[in-house]
């Protein structure tokens, strides 16, 4: 009863350096999104997928990309990495956009850029 | 500008004691309220919906209430015990099927101890 999965749990990156974040749900839901979460700040959108084959920019995307590779997959990837982007990172899905559906959440996957 | 607040920041009480957590929101149109908890080092789980026409719902211990003419909402947290220890969070969404529709409020940190 996996849900929401992602990896990796944590990464040490230096500026400039690029990597992907992965997650992948097993509940056959049509959205899903990638936030990022600061100390003393709500979660924040980046980018999310309505439904397979579709991607929209959130509210922070600069310096980030995204693929939703098929129904299960949904990656964020970083570039060059910069200070900046030192976040907690979530990967949710729903269902559908439907609005009392609710948002389950990935463990999270802890970046650090130095 | 749609903004969820949410008071206190942190708060320490003692095993077995009660709790309220507070919420004011200014997101409109408004569609529900979702009260998360998320433990250290997890993402956040769902404890309880409230759309506009509900008052009060409860999830054993927790009791979430909803004021939609105020646009105020509060957990109480019955009996507390160590497990409640984590940060809860205030999640409104906005009457819209954009990806843009969770507003996240910044949560309040519980520490229960014995």
């Known amino acids: 009863n996996a849900g929401v999965t992602q990896t990796p749990k944590f990464q040490v990156l230096k500026t400039g350096q690029s990597m992907t974040l992965q997650c992948a749900q097993d509940?056959?839901?049509?959205?899903m999104y990638w936030y990022r979460q600061d100390p003393g700040m709500g979660l924040r959108l980046i980018y999310y997928s309505a439904s397979e084959g579709t991607t929209d920019k959130g509210e922070v995307p600069n310096g980030y990309n995204v693929s939703r590779l098929n129904k299960r997959e949904f990656s964020l990837r970083l570039e060059s990495a910069a200070p900046s982007q030192t976040s907690v990172y979530f990967c949710?899905?729903?269902?559908?956009?439907?609005?009392?559906?609710?948002?389950?959440f990935g463990q999270g996957t802890r970046l650090t850029v130095v | 500008k749609n903004q969820v607040e949410q008071s206190p920041q942190s708060l320490i009480i003692l095993e077995g004691k009660n709790c309220t957590l507070q919420c004011n929101y200014t997101v409109s149109p408004f569609s529900n309220l979702r009260w998360y908890k998320q433990d250290t080092g997890r993402g956040p789980v769902s404890l309880t919906i409230m759309t506009f026409s509900e008052n009060t719902k409860s999830n054993g211990r927790y009791t979430a209430t909803l004021d939609a003419d105020t646009k105020q909402s509060s957990l109480h947290i019955t009996a507390s015990q160590l497990s409640d220890s984590a940060s809860y969070i205030c999640?409104?969404?906005?009457?819209?099927?954009?990806?843009?529709?969770?507003?996240f409020g910044k949560g309040t940190s519980l520490l229960v101890t014995p």
């Open positions: 509940m056959n839901h049509n959205s």
């Open positions: 949710a899905s729903s269902a559908t956009r439907n609005m009392n559906t609710e948002a389950f």
């Open positions: 999640v409104v969404r906005q009457n819209s099927n954009s990806g843009y529709a969770l507003n």
